[in-house]
């Protein structure tokens, strides 16, 4: 990839400042279902977010499978990460402002939009960023740690060039620079904060899904949450199929307690474990898995990362169904066709795997258990609402999960109504389950 990003380059600034303190700072934001406003029916909304799903999962796998780990810096060259989201946000870029919509991806690290002068760029909805309109751009400088926690640095003319390739097609290359984002929509209240290292993309390819850019939320240096003050975050996901806004709390207003989340429940917390292979991604160690009363018989093993990396638990807000280990799904499976008083079915259009007739014949009852997925020191409650669909309009009521040959990803489905905090300074995932319509 190449040069003519470098020889169309740039209005050249000063350099950006070393990164400041940012102790206070903090906002909240909408956060937009992807398909909120396309009018789907929801028989569409769940084919279109397991379409997106398989997307996803393909794309992480290739590039798992793309590089195995050998040590930590082969590690850190792997670039792991879906292009496609759920869930968009508002922000603006540069003074004055520039509104667009971006992708928000926990998969991922980078926060990018498409740069002027474009040598290929995708169609956006808005017009592309124009650094040299720009009062407040700044390069990054090649000696930077920003520059250097990119996958691919590399120094070109004092700037720090970057390629950032998506694990399906999709990939962005340019100059890693710095600016002024402005966070909430044109009319709301917003908040402004300088200095965010962010890939002014030159060459860029993939689908953007109707908007400019994307917003990374991993765990890595480059990521919004890592650039920020306190590195943390909070959201908040209103049901499925509500349109509903769910809400997105960064820095010092990620806050989690029973107070402000209006739940009777105790706020859990559960470690995050890096997995040196991804090490963007949000791994927890699982370590089992209840229907009701009963513990299911899988070995936690199953949940284990494997050497080359593959495998292991993490939590995703880009992929919607949770895609769950064979071995588990087996056993929440035979379980579910054991206590239920229907008659299993497979393959129906909604190609989940696990269905059962719905309604049920007017004299059986039907009562679905709660899960529970065993955390290291937290147990998480999943509501049969966020397991299991019903589909009127074929007539099945399915398991919401997908059968995984290695790894588990706890998928949005199952986070609805929860409040999670992502705590990256202490390494900790918290959650409590909340009506996130109302708070
Ligand atoms: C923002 O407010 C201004 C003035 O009230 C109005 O003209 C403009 O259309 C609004 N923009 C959006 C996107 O709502
Ligand atoms: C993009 O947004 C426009 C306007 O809201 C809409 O008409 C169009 O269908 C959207 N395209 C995609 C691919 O979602
Ligand atoms: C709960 O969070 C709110 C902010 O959302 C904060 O004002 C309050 O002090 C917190 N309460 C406790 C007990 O931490
Ligand atoms: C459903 O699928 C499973 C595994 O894919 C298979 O073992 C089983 O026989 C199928 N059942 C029916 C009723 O087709
Ligand atoms: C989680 O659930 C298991 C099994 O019910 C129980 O033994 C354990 O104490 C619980 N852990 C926490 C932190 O509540």
């Not at 028989?43 to 590039?63: E, G």
């Not at 943390?232 to 207003?253: D, I, K, N, Q």
């Not at 966020?386 to 009127?392: A, E, H, S, V």
């Amino acid at each position: 990839m190449a040069s003519p990003v470098f020889l169309l380059a740039l209005v050249v600034a000063t350099l950006l400042p070393a990164s400041k303190c940012r102790d206070g700072v903090g906002f909240q934001l909408k956060l937009r279902h992807i398909d909120a406003h396309g009018g789907y029916t929801k028989l569409q909304l769940v084919t279109r977010a397991m379409d997106r799903s398989r997307a996803r999962v393909a794309a992480l796998k290739t590039v798992a499978a793309a590089a195995p780990v050998v040590d930590p810096i082969t590690a850190a060259r792997i670039l792991v990460a879906a292009s496609q989201g759920e869930y968009l946000i508002d922000i603006a870029i540069g003074t004055p402002p520039l509104y667009y919509t971006a992708i928000l991806d926990t998969g991922s690290d980078l926060i990018w939009t498409q740069c002027a002068p474009c040598v290929l760029c995708e169609d956006q909805p808005t017009p592309y960023f124009q650094p040299a309109r720009s009062a407040t751009y700044r390069l990054v400088p090649c000696q930077s740690s920003l520059c250097a926690a990119l996958p691919y640095p590399a120094c070109f003319q004092r700037m720090c060039a970057y390629q950032y390739y998506y694990g399906d097609y999709a990939s962005t290359a340019g100059v890693l620079a710095g600016e002024t984002f402005t966070f909430g929509a044109v009319n709301s209240t917003k908040v402004r904060v300088p200095n965010v290292a962010f890939g002014c993309g030159n060459i860029n390819a993939g689908d953007l899904a109707n908007s400019s850019g994307m917003v990374g939320l991993g765990r890595g240096l480059l990521s919004l949450v890592r650039q920020l003050g306190p590195s943390r975050f909070s959201y908040c996901l209103t049901s499925f199929l509500s349109p509903a806004p769910s809400r997105l709390s960064y820095g010092v207003f990620a806050t989690l307690n029973s107070t402000n989340t209006r739940s009777g429940s105790p706020v859990q917390s559960t470690p995050m474990v890096v997995n040196a292979a991804l090490p963007s991604l949000y791994f927890l160690s699982l370590k089992g898995i209840s229907l009701g009363q009963k513990r299911l018989p899988i070995d936690p093993m199953v949940f284990a990362i494997n050497d080359d990396g593959t495998g292991g638990v993490f939590i995703d807000s880009g992929t919607s169904l949770t895609y769950l280990q064979q071995d588990a799904y087996d056993a929440v499976r035979s379980e579910l066709v054991s206590i239920l008083p229907l008659l299993a079915t497979n393959g129906t259009d909604i190609g989940l795997e696990t269905c059962f007739p719905w309604p049920p014949p007017p004299n059986v009852a039907v009562t679905l258990p709660e899960m529970e997925l065993h955390f290291d020191s937290a147990n998480m409650t999943i509501p049969p609402e966020n397991y299991m669909l019903i589909d009127g309009a074929t007539g099945f009521l399915c398991l919401a999960m997908v059968r995984s040959g290695d790894g588990t990803i706890i998928g949005n489905y199952q986070q609805q109504n929860m409040y999670l905090l992502y705590d990256i300074t202490n390494s900790l995932l918290s959650f409590v389950p909340a009506p996130c319509n109302i708070i």
